[in-house]
């Protein structure tokens, strides 16, 4: 199974980077794994309808009928580390080919990528920018497959 990360960032951080580069090398000894950007036209911040349903427009576009998508939604369910690792052990058993994480934008996302979204999980009941949210979630992955694997790296 294949693990994709979409996220709408607009930022570059050089730490970010590097803590993503990281992960991936890490989550990549269990899976695949590749992490894509996604670019929405430029809208202004006031027009925040329009720029969710745009970027969720772009979110639906990338995914097939076939994935399995879980959003990180501060509105989502709260999991700690090993209720989330079970989720993506019954995910792994699926017969799905990609399992699809999915970080909202600015403004979050549409009713109709959290309807389509198999699984929606809260990073926090925080609010955190684009950056956090993807060094949070591919952290919680790369620990998932530690606690699945029985590899010591969870310590509780």
């Known amino acids: 199974m294949k693990f994709i990360l979409y996220n709408l960032a607009t930022a570059k951080e050089d730490w ?16 695949p794994l590749e992490i894509q950007t996604l670019k929405a036209k430029k809208s202004a911040r006031e027009d ?3 720029k969710r349903n745009e970027e969720s427009e772009l979110l639906l576009k990338n995914l097939t ?11 989502g369910t709260s999991l700690d580390s090993i209720q989330f690792a079970k989720k993506i ?10 399992a699809v994480f999915i970080i909202g934008g600015a403004f979050g996302v549409n009713d109709e990528v959290r309807n389509r979204a198999n699984l929606k999980v809260a990073l926090s009941p925080m609010v955190m920018n684009h950056l956090m949210a993807q060094a949070m979630s591919l952290e919680q992955i790369y620990r998932a497959f530690t606690i699945i694997k029985k590899i010591p790296y969870h310590n509780i």
């Open 48 to 50: 925040l309808d329009y």
């Open 16 to 31: 970010a980077i590097a803590v993503s580069e990281l992960y991936k090398k890490k989550i990549s000894y269990f899976t």
């Open 65 to 75: 009928q076939d994935d399995f998508v879980i959003l990180f939604d501060e509105r």
């Open 89 to 98: 052990e019954l995910v792994l058993s699926s017969s799905k080919k990609r």
